[in-house]
């Protein structure tokens, strides 16, 4: 299964960090959040990545190459300055997904998830990880019902992880262009076609420098425990 990694977003809650780099080489314990990820899905199985990029996008190629250096096959999917949004990300980047299900993991998030139990999961139009609310989205985002299928409203609900698998029928008819992701999902949650699974261990949203700083004391304190 090929895995893509969102990774053009502007960052503009990051600024001025993401003034001059863009936001996923922006580090934690010294390595950049798109390394840290990317070590984590060729660990699990995933060593063919996409990657699309947009704001200063050409940092993220020169630095991160054609990923031989990670036990992977990267290829990039330009946007120019300004990005497409998450499912115009995706469209754009369709002729390299291939015809298969695929993984599309965003690029500011830290997480322990085992990815590894993704990779053989049969899936109809898409399968989403939610994650317990942190406190910047209390209100949650969507629910799961007893079948384990992810609802726009349950009697709970959780975050969106910013993990999710995607079947490219998800995207058919829709035309390359800004588009959001969110009206695509909710249109199939709506026939009932979006499974899910929550997902209690370690998750965070990286979307703010005082994150990135909690992150990397994480990162430091996990590896000094390991040590």
Do not use: C
Not at 32 to 54: C, D, K, R, S
């Amino acid at each position: 299964m090929k895995a893509m990694i969102l990774a053009a977003g502007r960052g503009e809650r990051m600024r001025p960090l993401t003034d001059h780099t863009p936001k996923p080489l922006l580090a934690a314990a010294g390595k950049p959040l798109i390394e840290h990820t990317i070590a984590q899905l060729v660990a699990a199985g995933f060593h063919e990545i996409i990657i699309n990029h947009a704001h200063l996008g050409r940092q993220i190629e020169e630095r991160l190459g054609n990923g031989d250096r990670f036990g992977a096959a990267i290829r990039y999917s330009p946007e120019g300055e300004e990005g497409l949004e998450t499912a115009g990300g995706i469209i754009n980047a369709l002729p390299l997904l291939g015809d298969d299900a695929f993984l599309v993991v965003n690029g500011d998030i830290a997480t322990d998830f085992p990815f590894n139990e993704l990779n053989s999961l049969n899936i109809d139009l898409a399968h989403l990880i939610l994650v317990g609310n942190p406190e910047h989205n209390r209100q949650g985002d969507f629910g799961l019902d007893s079948a384990g299928n992810v609802v726009e409203n349950g009697a709970e609900k959780f975050t969106f992880s910013g993990i999710g698998l995607y079947r490219p029928e998800l995207f058919s008819n829709m035309p390359v262009g800004k588009s959001k992701l969110a009206p695509l999902l909710r249109a199939a949650m709506s026939e009932r076609r979006v499974s899910g699974q929550k997902f209690d261990g370690f998750w965070m949203d990286i979307g703010t420098p005082q994150r990135l700083k909690e992150l990397d004391l994480y990162y430091t304190q996990r590896e000094s425990n390991h040590d």
